[in-house]
């Protein structure tokens, strides 16, 4: 392992989350959930997703803009309807509340959704989704984001990356998991490109003029990402088109914010004045499989679906197919073994973090 | 109006339609239904899946591969789900059928989602998520299709365009409609391309041998659609994602064909022997509003997003940013007014429908 990294097995890892959230003042059960949230992403290997998030957390905290003990209220319900109110709280402790509700009311009804405002970042859209797969229901989890990505046609950031997952449960396989983001690239990708000096391909990025940028911090500069399908020709009103749809599920159905008034994740820019709604919005929803046929049947097929696809010829000898959310299966059994890599930006601001809050660090390698 | 197309008012382009489905065999509700989808789709501008494919359904009929008189039956049922058998019947009668059911639920139980297998194809996904619309509900409707596009890394046709359509009802504006494919073109693209003998752009197909190809006959010829995203780089594996997404909730779930077993829409090729399922399938929903806040409010904050995505700065002068539903409303206005124009090979093949089971053409202009 590169001087680049330094490696903090899991536990260990989880441990120091959790005493961060409880320094926040968080509940013991909440800071052991949100810890949950972020290893989960870590583990998966969605490393912008996880502890290297956490300061940005406390800075939200510290600015009175994450409420460590919420009031989690249910505000308006039917059978299989909620809306949720975060009461600011964060979402990495929020939405797993709203999944609980949507998998009470699919357990009695067959389905159950739930939109949440007034909610922040909620960490990766799988973890809320594959909660319900562990008891044999179709995961879903959206949210919208600070904006960062242009419609087809605007050079103004309207829309977040806006993620969409679905999570099915599979027979001898690890469960279907599709989360993605809804902009041709996610911002990870870039931070990467920009950590290495390396250019980023066109059809990712416009400049603050509108110009395709092949320089990752173009972004940062007041640039824009595309939406999935990165120009018009080659469908990017799709990805505009679904990234609105989240946008609307998250924020407009729920009460949150929505589109250029959703806040900024990072705690120095302030959030835009005369909002429409409170806090960002998520949306989550369970079916249980059983409620369309029997959840043994629906595995055998699921199981058929993925060898088949596995199994389908290649472009190149050495590629094969992937089937969504296995390699983030393949990561999570490796680094459970093996521990996680944190690069040494992140390491370096969770010793600050450590520091400040006088919560001792976890022990490394590498 | 060029001598390449017939202009045809919608009422007798509606009434030689009907009069087709009548001579299948179609009971007059069906009929009725079935052209109400077709013409929809010509008068939203979607000219691929309206009367253009009339032939093909009743190809389809002739092959004994559609049932013009389906027994179509709820099979599994929860208070929310179900799961309804198609007997083979018209996609475009089967799936209203199923989108009245989930309405039912929904105005029930807050939401309502059903699984429909061995059906056909369905026309344009936003008929059936508007149904709901109608209600101040939000709807939603996938089906799958024949195989066509390759996933990420392959070159074998595994998956059909699968379209993803959401609606959602707005106040002063037309319904906010997402319908789309989630292929990185629509097979339709094609089509137009090639009767114009124009090349394509990259990204769209790639040819039998899997390199990438700007002949539009080279999908015929055996190549392959590419997914939404085009290439890795640009995020093919999220179009992969999705139309996997569409392919498991409309065949694996309902017990319809997936993957490449989805029997193909023209009848002069077989289905896949020893299939895993019956016929193709769809997926639709409906949720109500008012289970989340109360439809009023919703509407308000919906013109809001509108109204501001409309005013989003633009990248070019005279390029608006477009709402998704908003187009093909207004061609739908225009159209009814206008009449709709026809392609000459669309009219021709009409002409020899109408000769063979001796339905009167309706009158063109044009």
Redesign the interface.
């Known amino acids: 392992m590169s001087s680049n990294y330094r490696v903090v097995a899991e536990e260990p890892l989880r441990a120091f989350t959790e005493q961060v959230f409880r320094s926040m003042g968080c509940p013991d059960d909440d800071a052991t959930l949100a810890a949950d949230v972020l290893l989960a992403a870590d583990l998966r290997g969605i490393d912008s997703h996880g502890v290297a998030r956490l300061p940005g957390y406390v800075r939200l905290w510290q600015r009175q803009r994450i409420n460590a003990i919420p009031n989690i209220k249910t505000v ?1 319900e ?6 949720i109110d975060g009461d600011a709280g964060l979402g990495l402790v929020v939405a797993p509340r709203a999944m609980d509700l949507a998998m009470a009311k699919a357990r009695e ?3 159950g ?1 739930v ?1 949440i405002r007034n909610s922040n970042h909620f960490g990766i859209a799988a973890y809320h989704a594959l909660k319900a797969v562990g008891e044999d229901m ?1 995961g879903f989890a959206v949210t919208n984001a600070s904006p960062l990505v ?7 950031r ?1 829309l977040g990356t806006n993620p ?1 997952c ?1 999570a ?1 449960p599979a027979g001898d396989y690890p469960p ?1 998991v ?1 989360d ?3 902009s ?2 996610a911002n990870g990708k870039l931070e990467i490109a920009e950590r290495a000096s390396q250019s980023i ?1 066109e ?2 990025v ?1 400049d603050p003029q ?1 110009a395709s940028a092949t320089d990752p911090s173009a972004l940062k500069a007041g640039g824009m990402l595309l939406p ?3 120009d018009y ?3 990017s ?6 990234s ?2 989240v ?3 998250s924020g ?4 949150a914010n ?3 008034w959703v806040p900024p994740f990072v705690a120095f820019l302030d959030p835009a004045p005369n909002p ?2 409170e806090g960002l919005g998520h949306f989550v929803g369970a ?3 059983d ?3 029997t959840a043994e ?2 595995k055998t ?2 199981d ?2 993925i060898t ?2 596995k199994n ?5 000898e050495n ?4 089937i ?1 959310g296995e390699p983030e299966h393949q990561m999570t059994l490796k680094r459970k073994r093996e521990g996680i890599p944190l690069v040494a930006p992140v390491w370096s601001a969770l010793e600050t973090l450590g520091a400040e809050l006088t919560v001792p660090l976890p022990p490394t390698a590498g």
């Open positions: 308006w039917t059978p299989t309807t909620a809306t009804y067959g389905s959704w939109a179709i242009a419609p087809t046609f605007s050079r103004e309207l969409i679905y099915f279907l599709v993605m983001a809804t041709a690239a391909p059809g990712w416009l509108g999935l399908g990165s020709t080659h469908g009103h799709k990805g505009y088109g679904l609105s749809v946008d609307i599920l407009v159905l729920s009460g929505y589109g250029p429409p709604g079916m249980r499989v409620g369309f046929r049947t629906f097929h699921i058929n679906w088949r696809f389908a010829e290649r472009l190149h590629q094969p197919v992937i969504p």
